[in-house]
């Protein structure tokens, strides 16, 4: 396994300055210096994998209901900027060749968190995998998450060479986590910041995987969190935490 993680990837690209997981915030990842972004995938009625986080539209779409009873030429020319400012009305919702596009163009790595509407756990994973499988071939920059296990079990069926992680969220580690890490050979442990205590931070480092930690918006989590062991963040704001773990960690 050759991957190459950063210190800090971008939530839903950089979504405290532009709509998260859309091309824009892609862009705006990259023009901060950010080495990796993470998006979520999701398919539409129709198969379409696109990037898109809630199970319904309305929240940051000018469209309302459920992505995955509605059909992709139906969500394609939804606003998904102007909920997060005027300046953003052009912004839409990717599909994940879209994405790929932008990310491959600024030479980014991907974190792509499978993120099923309920139901779909195995066939979102396959088809976006399907999909990635064509075009992406660099291992160093590629990690394949979830929270559910029936996606990342196809993942490892499907494209066995593409770094997994174990997302769990939550306020504590459930009690057979090491067993499911094993069975779905993942390359990382990612975390909800508030279950990381001392005695989490050193279970995760007996397991000697990397430890990620989402969502981490304040320098001095980072830094704390950091002097716990934790390897990694997931950050809506990536250039100030890289910023401030650069700048010394007392
Ligand atoms: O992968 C880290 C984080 O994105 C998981 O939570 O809800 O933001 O997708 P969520
Ligand atoms: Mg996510």
Known sequence: MSLKL?????????????????VESIRTAAGLGVEWVELDVKLTADNVPIIFHDEELDRTTSGTGLVAATRYEDLRDLDAGSWFGDS??????????Q?????LKAGMGLNLEIKPCPGREKETAEVALDYLSRCWDDLDKILISSFQHV??????????DYARGLLIGGLE????WKNVAEY???????????????QVAEDVMDFEKPLLVYTVNDPMEAKALQRLGVDGFFSDCPDVIIENLAGGLN
């Not at 994405?99 to 990310?103: L, T």
């Not at 580690?173 to 057979?176: D, F």
């Open 184 to 198: 779905l050979d993942v390359s990382t442990i990612n975390l909800g910041s508030r279950m990381v205590t001392k």
């Open 173 to 176: 580690l459930p009690e057979n």
């Open 99 to 103: 994405a790929i596009d932008e990310i």
């Open 6 to 22: 950063p210190k800090v990837i971008g939530h839903r690209g950089a979504k405290s300055y532009a709509p998260e997981n859309t």
């Open 88 to 97: 953003f009305v052009q912004c839409r919702i990717p599909t994940l060749e």
């Open 151 to 160: 996606s990342l079990e196809a993942a490892l069926d499907l494209a066995p």
